[in-house]
């Protein structure tokens, strides 16, 4: 049952972690997607800090051979931003099938990234974008990689006091290479079952700073380092492909439960990961 | 003028603009907020239920269990098996114990949670193919079995021995949910003369009626039932309002203030009705040129911890498992057992989807092993005028089978387009299914106690005229097609026709709203009323032209004289000088639906009054790579009778089309071995979006039946009810692989791809 019994919404930063001292154990919300179904089935009540009217939690732009995507971008206008697309293709291609329209319009990659779900959609295309969070607290800024920012399901490096102001990406170059596959339950506003994202440099026949992400296939989203290292600088065939499919594969330990079986995500990783070279995304 | 029209929904506006008022928009003064303690176990004994704590919480008005009911703990639908509140034993994960009545939300959830509470655990029976195991317990009667329905025709050991060609088959389906945009939900407000009146979402005002007299033990006179907008049912609002309708009104009169109880998404999705999953073991016998010779059936279907409509879902489930054929000798045994789960009931097609995907699936594997094309082995055997089917009901009228067929056929070019489609090479297999399917319209022979309705129609001083009608509005159109009724049988605009809300009060008992009934039983109300109104109008004027009120008809806003159309009156004119005459312009048409029969040993008999048809045709990608099957396009012929409304039949089969794509390939909500629901959420729980709908081709057919109004017949299960089939035959075209079990998950046809396996 929801049991709100104080909201806030400060307009700026500083005013933000000034609530955040006077009121312990007050909870950011942003599109409230996630936290408004969470709160609706526990019995606790709750304090509120909403950060939706910040500016500076909104901003996407660049700076320094950077993209910052504010935490509190909705993923719409994310999808929808020429400089996302143009600088980090895969985080507007997460941002723009998560949901569906409606939830899209008002979900934020910043409450994405904090509810910390082994299915989040932005978090497999950050971590493939080597995407940097900023953090903020009354003790100034910190910036860690993402990956190391999720730690287990629901849980993450975020301390108390401390709000995600934005993601810090490297703007990729012309011979961009990559890939975000996913295959959910249906078209449209479905839980993914299995993603993997790809972010690597291609020069002729070879991929170079080949990331790898894959979500759903354990308790975290994962890093693929061994399928990294066999890609990165070979020759780019369908033999490698293959092989590196397989080496995928056996990365990864998804687990059967009401939504998939072990069986099938295993498998699945490989097929969406060649599909991915193909330039094929696949269908649900 | 009005018939045949697609005029715009009566409720289209209202709905689409966020005005129309359902019963969580509505307040009363003093108003309080209902809720439910529920059973967290499948079965156990209650050994301690103590609410005195929980009333002494601030703000809390009634706690009530089963010993406060003031009248009978039952819920009455085809037995009394079922309590309002549980007694003793719980026997499902949902099941209702304890009643609460506060001024906040928050007061009542805090009187949940002080209910002390205590059950001690009991042996579970949760697979239904272990209802007469020796380790399961005894739920129902003295073996589990809620209800036991036959068909025996012919000489089966015999017409089996004959057969050149048999298969046998094992089908299961399981559970869907009704997935209504509104859960369920009831006002009761106790009247100040020691009446109640409720108001609330519902498809049988009069099964509420006499639901809501039996449990607060107030005379049926003092009980009033109103119907308010309703936001969905699909046959989960058939039954379960009955119990949400007691549970308010008992804590109304204990609290004597009005008290809303709105179920959540979550309790509703647990404790609420579902399809029934099922088994069908199918086995088929034809000669070498595909005539159909024998069909051996054998059914079970979970009914779940309590009786609710089983014995009826499964009848109808019975009457179709044959599917549209001529079968010479027949033998089908039918049984819905318990087990402690939700308790199943109705939904859209109310038990003929389970057997129908069996029957569907089962003829072409049929016509795979004889190697006849399965449109082919479809012409041979449908059903057409003047064939009896498998219950031995002769086809009179009105049997559009063939037509749906062949324009089904043709539309979709399906020669072509299978060819086409198997020409193309790479990963993605597509191909061409069918399903050809038929529909008892009505209660028929299952329910010929409820086969009445009434329809009250005034005509007012202006000339407009108000009507209403013992079925309900859910979504479906039944107010607009109505109207359309109304004003063509007077012969005035539509617009002159308001249809009111369902009040118990206006009209007499008209039975359910399922069945696809209202426009025919309705329709046929009214048609009475309309009659009498236009003798009552006639009978001013007769006399002037000197001719019998007989030979005079109505239409074009006018009444005028039939042999001379020049001598005529305008119907405001007429409506004018009727009033002035004092003559009567209010009344009450009453009709009953024409007569069925059944016997039910031998499950023969004329099983229905009319039966609708259709004929689906679906074209499938099936990516090998993952096991997803996408539905690219469906063509849909359905035989309606008379379409009064074309769009609105459309919209049925678009809506019902996606609705069994739902059932065929996402829909899938899980109750553990231990049986715990594991995904009772519409984000676990996965009906098709808009953008799973596939390209819908509508096709009406239109068969008259004699005695439908203007020849309708009804049809609005109907689109849901052949899709699993048809998408399932697709898939075999496309990929070679047979799908037994529903819903088609990639989980299940990835490992089946893998294997090859047919
Ligand atoms: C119908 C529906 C469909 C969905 N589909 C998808 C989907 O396809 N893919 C997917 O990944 N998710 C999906 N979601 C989940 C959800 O929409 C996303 O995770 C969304 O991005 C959450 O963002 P939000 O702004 O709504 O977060 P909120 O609910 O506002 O917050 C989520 C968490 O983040 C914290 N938080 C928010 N902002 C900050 C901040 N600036 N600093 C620190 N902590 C913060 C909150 O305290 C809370 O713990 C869906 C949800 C719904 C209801």
Redesign the pocket.
Known sequence: MLRITKVYRPDNIDEALNIFDDNPGI???????????QLSDSLESAMLLD?SRIEK?KKINITGGKLFIG??AT?SSIAKSRKVIESAPLIAESSGI???PA?RN???????V??A?P????LPTLIAHAAEIVLVSANGLRKMPVEDFHLAPGKTA?QSGE??LGFEIPVVSEDFFGFYNRLGSRAA????KVGVALASIKSGDRLGNVRIALSAVAPRVIRAPETEKIMSGANLDDGLIEQAAKKLVSECTPITDFRSTSEYRSDMVGQLFRMGFGRETPQN | MAVGKSVVRVDARSKATGKAVYVADMFMPGMLIGKVLRSEFPRGKIVRLDVKKARSIHGVHAVLTADDIPGKNVCHVVFEDMPLLATGEVRYVGEPIALIAAETEAAAQLAIEAVELDIEPLGILIDPEKYNSPDSPILFGEDNIFAHHKIRRGDIENAFAQSDTIIERVYRTTYQEHAYLETQGMLAVPTAEGGIDVYGTMQCPFYVHGAVSDVTGLAQSRVRIVQTTTGGAFGGKEDVPSLVAGWASVLALAAKRPVKLILGRTEDFVSMSKRHPSRVEVKLGATKDGKLTAAGIDILFDGGAYATLSPVVLWRGTVHSCGPYRIPAVRVDARAVATNKVPCGAYRGFGSPQTLFAIESAIDELAEKIGMDPVRIREINHLRRGDETVTGQKLGESVGLQECLERAITESDYYNLREKLHGRNGPVKRGVGISTIFYGVGLGAGGTHFARSGAYVGIQPDGSVQFAVGTTEMGQGMRTVLGQIVAEAFGIPFERVYCLPVDSSRVPDSGPTVASRATTMSGRAILVACSTLKGNLAGVIAPEWGVSPKAITFGENCAFRTDNPAKRISWNDLVERAFAQKVVLTIVGYDSSPPTSWDEDSGQGDAYVIYAWAVNVAQVAVDTRTGVVRVEKLWAAHDVGKAINPTLVEGQIEGGSVQGLGYALTEEYIIDKNGIPMNPRL?FYHIPTTVDAPEIHPIIVESAYSEGPFGAKGFGEQPLMGIAPAVANAVFDAAGIRLREQPFLPERVWPKLKKGAR
């Open positions: 909870r950011p919300i942003a599109g409230g997607t996630d936290l408004i179904i950060v939690l935490a509190a993923h998560m949901g569906g939830i008002r979900a934020t990659i910043g409450g994405n904090a509810n779900s299915v989040a959609e932005s975020l709000l995600i506003v479905t839980i993914t | 984000s």
